[in-house]
């Protein structure tokens, strides 16, 4: 029911940051709530970040507690994740999902195709 469309993702030094972006289309992401999670070589699927469709309710992992933040521009019809003081243990491909602001994978209905994060040391 929405395409979702990651970017923003690239090779940073540990200590830098990024700001991952997920545009949607399809329907506006308005009334709908939407996560973050990432996935490293070898490992399962992984919470980071979830929102509330009313933007009022976020929760973190407690690995990027303080570090990251998710956020939306519904007139853009995109949310993003800001990842500061990145370290190397945050190299992943993010994917950001809709339908839910859980940490629980099986609770989404939609999700985009991943983004690259490489954090160097």
């Known amino acids: 029911q929405v395409q979702l469309v990651e970017s923003g993702g690239g090779l940073v030094q540990a200590g830098g940051s990024l700001r991952l972006s997920c545009a949607a289309s399809?329907?506006?992401?308005?009334?709908?709530?939407m996560g973050w999670f990432r996935q490293a070589p070898g490992k399962e699927r992984e919470f980071v970040a979830g929102?509330?469709?009313?933007?009022?309710?976020?929760h973190y992992a407690d690995s990027v507690q303080g570090r990251f933040r998710i956020s939306r521009d519904n007139a853009k019809n995109t949310f993003y994740l800001q990842m500061n003081s990145l370290k190397p243990e945050d190299t992943a491909v993010y994917y950001c999902?809709?339908?839910?602001?859980?940490?629980?994978?099986?609770?989404?209905?939609?999700w985009g195709q991943g983004t690259q994060v490489t954090v160097s040391s």
């Open positions: 399809g329907r506006t992401i308005r009334n709908i709530a």
């Open positions: 999902g809709a339908g839910s602001w859980t940490s629980n994978t099986n609770d989404y209905d939609d």
């Open positions: 929102m509330s469709w009313g933007g009022r309710g976020t």
